[in-house]
């Protein structure tokens, strides 16, 4: 009874919300290491280029290789489809032509639907992704489907006429 | 000397208070029907789950270079792995079977209803819980079905605003689903079921706080109500009798039923079957992801569409006790929605594409308008059955539960 009389409310709620912010910050803290342990491992981060030989691959062809582990499309195209995607403008995320390839005739996409990551098959035309139905172009344009953006062009150079690095 | 050991226990930790009072008089009403039988038989789906699968982790390697011919290596080589495996996985099919079937019966009595709200929420946290773990379980046998769904659905993370991408790598704990998601997958499946048993007790304990509903909807007397043991632990061993006959059918004639064959094929991170599939419990919520153009927009159909059954005990707003039995609208309803769940369940099984995804539209239209028209059809509903008159006891009950509140308030 005595002991309440002198107390001082406000200092008490002040000690109360400052330890109460300092515990919590404090398991936030301790937190952390455990979740950033889930994020990507040192040796995985570091798989970062993939050398791709051209030689092999005939007009019309396309070869597919693992980048950071995800289908890279290398798709050697031929005249016709070169002309017929220089015309096109894309769908629903519209891009030229030109500005996703560095030589016409190789067009280098990751091989990843943008919806939800499945690997769409080549057809004539482009791709279809069998998941939900997403239809690409020979430019690795979005046509229709629920697939949002473009198939992403990795970065990449030509290491000699024959040769590129992808990373 | 087994009384006298008894009594010892009995002073120090309350056994044969906690058997008398949870067991032998908990007082169970005596107009039960077996739709009252499959908690006990979703309990009992998940000791089956935990023991097949301890067992089938003391043989199983969660390495992406080992994971699938350890599965092999099981059905093959193990003693008894062949069993123990199919257990594990028709099992997991059963439970769902069990627990829609559960779900399905809530939803026709109106047993979400007050007081048992909490009954129906700690349920949909149950629900999620065992999606969750079926869904990183079935990661692990690492074949192309198993790989393509994990990827698919992780991918789903990546519609979050902003720091979609960074979520789907972590994830995943790398670039594509890989090694890192294979092992925390298995370590997680591992862990979820143990928080399942702790809901389940959260469940049990309301359960035995507010009592079973029962198809008349309304608290019997007290003559009405036996004790649980032996009446009802008889009924529901009895149908789990008729539950392992269907099950072991499967488990022993057709254990392939329930799984797709592209599974059979190692994972192929660089090539996609032609036509994936999800395990046939995701179909309906598959079809609603699908029926939406915008991915963010899917995504969080998808989700509602699970967690908008949360929202039963305030979007029914019919005082009309019994749930559908007496109440022809909503019993309606009840069918439409049923056929409407499985139209989108085979929507879901087909290739994307023309006129099933037209159907697959209707039925997520129909499946969100049968939740949001509910709250004005349950009120007509009840005005419609008053109009009409009820038996008297039923007015009787009503007249009593609505009249005092005001003479409470007014005090």
Known sequence: MAEDEGVDEKRRDFLLTVTGTVGVAGIAAACWPFISSMNPTLDVQTQSNTEVDLSGVAAGATRTVAWRGKPVFVVHRTPQQIAAMAQSAGGKDPAPDQARVQEPQWLVVVGICTHLGCVPNKTEEGWLCPCHGSVFDNSGRVLQGPAPRNLEVPPYHFAATDKIVIG | ?411
């Open chain 2, 1 to 411: 000397m087994a009384q006298r050991l008894i009594a010892w226990i009995d002073q120090r930790f309350p056994l044969t208070s906690f058997i008398k009072r949870e067991l032998t008089d908990y007082l169970t009403p005596r107009n039960l029907s077996y739709w009252w039988n499959f908690g006990f038989l979703a309990g009992f789906l998940l000791m089956l789950q935990i023991i097949s699968g301890v067992f089938l982790a003391m043989h199983y390697k969660p390495d992406v270079n080992l994971a699938f011919d350890s599965v092999q290596h099981i059905m093959r080589e193990v003693n008894y792995g062949w069993l123990i495996r199919y257990l594990h996985s028709t099992g997991a099919s059963a439970f769902f079977v069990v627990v829609y079937i559960h779900m399905a019966r809530t939803l026709y009595y109106g047993s979400y209803r007050a007081p048992r709200e909490l009954m129906w929420w700690s349920g949909q946290v149950l629900l999620i819980l065992l999606m969750a773990s079926a869904f990183m379980g079935y990661l692990l046998p690492w074949g192309q079905m198993s790989y393509w769904g994990a990827q698919v659905i992780t991918s789903l993370f990546g519609a979050t605003p902003l720091i979609g991408d960074e979520i789907v790598l972590w994830l995943r704990g790398d670039f594509v689903v890989g090694d890192a998601t294979l092992n925390r997958f298995f370590a997680l499946h591992y862990l979820v079921p143990f928080f399942i048993v702790g809901m389940v007790i959260i469940h049990l304990v309301a359960l035995h706080h507010v009592k079973s509903s029962n198809p008349s909807g309304i608290n019997l007397a007290d003559k009405d109500n036996i004790p649980f043991h032996p009446y009802f632990t008889a009924k529901d061993l009895f149908g789990l009798g008729v539950f392992l006959i269907i099950f072991c059918g499967f488990v022993f004639f057709a254990p392939e039923f329930f799984i797709e064959a592209a599974n059979n094929i190692p994972a192929n991170p660089l090539q996609t079957p032609p036509h994936i599939v999800p395990e046939w419990y995701f179909l309906p919520f598959y079809t609603i992801l699908r029926a939406i153009p915008d991915t963010l927009g899917g995504v969080v159909a998808m989700g509602l569409s699970i967690l908008i059954f949360a929202a039963m005990p305030f979007l029914d707003r019919s005082r009309i006790p019994g749930g559908a039995r007496f109440r022809p609208f909503y019993r309606a309803m009840f069918y439409i929605f049923m056929v409407d769940v499985a139209v989108l369940a085979y929507v879901g099984s087909q290739p994307p594409g023309g006129l099933t995804f037209k159907i697959g539209v209707a039925a997520t239209v129909i499946y969100f308008a049968a939740f949001l028209t509910l709250p004005f059809l349950s009120r007509w509903e009840e005005r419609w059955l008053r109009a009409r008159g009820l038996p008297p006891a039923l007015q009787a009950l009503l007249d009593s539960e609505t009249e005092p509140k005001p003479r409470r308030e007014a005090r």
